[in-house]
């Protein structure tokens, strides 16, 4: 396939994906996610915990250049249709097939894993773009373009999750293993792969003087039997995600590949491709961080992004097998050699993004998300000053984390991770997204924890200097500490709320602190 028929393919998938991302936040405009919001509420920063920095990079640019939605919107419709392009490049290039190719990227558009994942600041999408783009173009090393491109490819994914890593050291290898059978290996050819594919994940074991920031930890300390359920859950979760349609085109893909010569014109690009799913599957058993309710034998579903693309490739390859088969079986009519294929890719599609924009709509829907959403609009029309009461953050959540890092580095180890937690937010989650959802940020949006330790008399004075205009109490809130007591006492007894917010069970009172 030509390089100018690769461009205009790009050319076309990468606005439909950009504009379908924009529509949709359009839509629904509620961000969700406990990792998004912190990215959100903290995008001044770079450095969060021990999360690798480019997605916040970026983030930081994009609320610096279109502070508000848009950024978001724009930011991670532009990554999804890296992704997109990335993907559609990589299945040509493994096949060699261009309706193969652009079966994969329509398949990858409407997956409603994707969809859903892929609309909020989550570092997947990112690596997901990287990767594929890297090993695009791994084909070409060897040459200065195809090295300059796969080590940029690379090094961004290993800046932006630790999975990212893997994808390098396989490249690496290839590089080297490519070089010894055209008989041009040197021993200069080791030092050139490992500056080539390792440089980022050099520069950060540098800056960290370790795996990541102290107080932070990124590996499970121990091993237990239990973690080895954790790769079954990734891929189950990302066959759950895919129409049994989908699946079985992937399938046939799969045999197509594999055992057809013919049919698989990069071998070894294809060896190493099985290979890095096989590592990232692995390296789950040992992330240091699994989520409730079974933090040893689950991860976050997250991690399913990788092998769906994988399944999307094969789906891409299968799919055009059977679309030309049919045609085909079907050549004595014109009409329906075209239809069936046509209308069987239309069924497909609209499946897939009926239940994405379900699972999206339902995120929007959710009661809590909702009513801090109603909050922060009421708020941000009035363009005013508010104090947020709200319920803490679960203290086993926050005693479990120091507990873990002190398991991992001692009491140093705790103290420094202390200090992580005041660089981020552990402050309420529904102040968070109010915070967020309002764009007002934390001068004229206050957490009532700013006021630990400070009397009645302080409260007042903050609230009289700073124009504190409403407060915000949540349905849920109880007041234990001193200073929300004392909030309650002198802002909320004897008053009526101004407007009440109520989604289900969930609720907010929003009462008018000074006329």
Request: aromatic content about 12%; hydrophobic content about 50%; overall charge positive.
């Amino acid at each position: 396939m030509t390089h100018r028929t690769t461009v205009k393919d790009m050319l076309t998938i990468m606005p439909a994906m950009l504009g379908l991302h924009v529509a949709l936040g359009l839509r629904y405009p509620i961000v969700y996610g406990g990792d998004t919001i912190i990215r959100l509420v903290n995008f001044r920063g770079i450095l969060i915990s021990y999360q690798l920095p480019l997605l916040q990079l970026l983030l930081h640019y994009a609320m610096r250049w279109f502070f508000g939605p848009w950024a978001i919107w724009l930011l991670m419709g532009a990554l999804s249709a890296l992704a997109a392009a990335g993907l559609h490049a990589l299945t040509l290039e493994v096949t060699q097939d261009r309706r193969a190719a652009w079966l994969a990227a329509i398949f990858f558009a409407a997956h409603p894993f994707i969809l859903f994942y892929s609309r909020v600041p989550y570092q997947e999408p990112l690596l997901l773009a990287c990767c594929l783009w890297g090993f695009c173009y791994l084909s070409h090393s060897g040459t200065l373009r195809g090295d300059l491109l796969t080590s940029l490819a690379f090094g961004a994914a290993c800046l932006t999750r630790y999975e990212g890593w893997l994808a390098a050291a396989v490249a690496s290898v290839y590089r080297i293993w490519r070089l010894r059978e055209e008989g041009r290996m040197r021993g200069r050819n080791l030092i050139e792969s490992f500056l080539l594919y390792g440089w980022a994940p050099a520069l950060w074991l540098a800056w960290n003087k370790g795996l990541s920031p102290g107080g932070t930890f990124v590996l499970q300390a121990q091993f237990d039997w239990a973690l080895l359920y954790r790769p079954y859950f990734v891929v189950k979760s990302a066959v759950w995600w895919t129409e049994s349609a989908i699946v079985l085109m992937a399938l046939v893909g799969f045999a197509v590949l594999w055992m057809s010569p013919r049919a698989q014109p990069q071998p070894r690009l294809h060896a190493c491709l099985g290979i890095f799913l096989l590592l990232y599957l692995g390296a789950m058993i040992f992330s240091a961080h699994g989520i409730e309710p079974d933090p040893v034998r689950l991860v976050t579903e997250r991690e399913a992004f990788v092998p769906i693309a994988f399944l999307l490739l094969y789906a891409g390859a299968g799919a055009s097998r059977l679309a030309g088969e049919t045609q085909r079986i079907l050549a004595s009519s014109a009409l329906m050699k075209c239809a069936v294929p046509c209308l069987a890719l239309v069924l497909v599609v609209s499946l897939y993004f009926s239940r994405g924009f379900g699972r999206i709509a339902s995120a929007n829907s959710d009661p809590d998300l909702k009513t801090d959403y109603q909050v922060a609009q009421f708020l941000a029309g009035k363009q005013a000053t508010a104090v947020v009461l709200a319920r803490p953050l679960p203290r086993y959540q926050i005693e479990d984390y120091l507990r873990r890092a002190e398991k991992t580095g001692g009491p140093e180890g705790r103290k420094k991770a202390e200090h992580v937690l005041k660089a981020v937010e552990t402050t309420p989650f529904d102040y968070q997204r109010v915070l967020a959802y309002s764009w007002l940020g934390k001068e004229r949006i206050v957490s009532a924890d700013l006021f630990r330790g400070i009397g009645p008399a302080g409260i007042e004075a903050f609230f009289r200097n700073r124009n504190v205009e409403y407060l915000v109490v949540f349905s849920d809130f109880t007041p234990v500490e001193e200073h929300e007591r004392a909030i309650v006492s002198l802002y909320v007894e004897d008053r009526s709320a101004e407007q009440e917010i109520r989604n289900g069970d969930k609720a907010a009172r929003i009462y008018r602190v000074r006329s």
